[in-house]
């Protein structure tokens, strides 16, 4: 992250004030002054501002507009990870809570807090995530049925976990989730000799893809957004 960005984060300072205190000699990087305001910073580096240590900016808690073609990944050999398009200091320490195939689009939720991560996507927390689907083939009569019940997946023993779908129209649905098994949603529609043409998922929990967020755009959570996360349901 640059150091003027830091510097915001961590001060709560404007970013002309924060131009002003670099250019007046005010911060010192690992006990040299630093007068480069687009000077990179990572968690490793101790910066000071006129003597005052500053300490590393409150968690992070990002929802993120993924695009086609970004892997859920902090390193991939061939193809560019999700997290190149967060500009955080140290981009290793972030952790995708909830993956999504290459190709799937839509809500991201990003951290660096291992707590709330594992309560999105641990089974015991059951939070429903919701996919906008849209299918080759008209879907069966019988779906919203077979979905309720569970579906036996190819090469798995035991069926997937009641799901609620809402048909938008005979190639587009909307399917809810609580469980998330490899390629879940594309193996559900494929055992019902069906074919998963996009995907993009929507809603986690009670935290939904803000419309406002271009595909490729993140903000930070609200305070509310983060809280959600650990609100007990009442089971139905
Ligand atoms: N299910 C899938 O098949 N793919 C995803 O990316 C998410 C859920």
């Not at 990944?73 to 061939?78: A, E, F, L, V």
């Not at 609580?178 to 998963?196: C, D, I, P, S, W």
Request: proline share 5%; with cysteine; hydrophobic share 30%.
């Amino acid at each position: 992250m640059r150091l003027d960005k830091y510097l915001a984060q961590t001060t709560g300072l404007s970013r002309k004030d924060v131009k002003r205190q670099i250019h007046a000699g005010l911060v010192n990087i690992n006990n040299h002054p630093e007068k480069n305001s687009g000077r990179h910073v990572t968690d490793e580096d101790q910066v000071t501002l006129d003597g005052n240590p500053l300490s590393r900016p409150r968690p992070c808690y990002l929802m993120l507009h993924k695009p086609d073609g970004y892997v859920c990944s902090n390193d991939d050999p061939t193809h560019v990870t999700a997290l190149t398009l967060i500009d955080f200091p140290s981009p290793e320490r972030l952790i995708i809570a909830g993956r999504l195939d290459l190709d799937t689009t839509g809500l991201l939720l990003i951290t660096d807090d291992g707590q709330w991560s594992h309560r999105i996507t641990s089974p015991r927390h059951k939070l429903p995530k919701r996919y906008r689907v849209f299918l080759d083939e008209p879907l069966r009569e019988d779906a919203e049925n077979l979905i309720q019940q569970g579906i036996l997946l190819r090469n798995e023993a035991k069926r997937t976990k009641p799901a609620s779908l809402e048909r938008i129209t005979d190639t587009e649905v909307l399917l809810t989730l609580t469980e998330g098994r490899y390629h879940q949603v594309k193996r559900m529609f494929a055992a019902l000799n069906n074919r998963v043409i996009a995907l993009h998922r929507e809603q986690i929990g009670d935290i939904t893809l803000d419309d406002s967020l271009a595909s490729g755009e993140y903000r930070d959570l609200t305070d509310e957004e983060i809280a959600s996360v650990f609100k007990e349901k009442k089971q139905s």
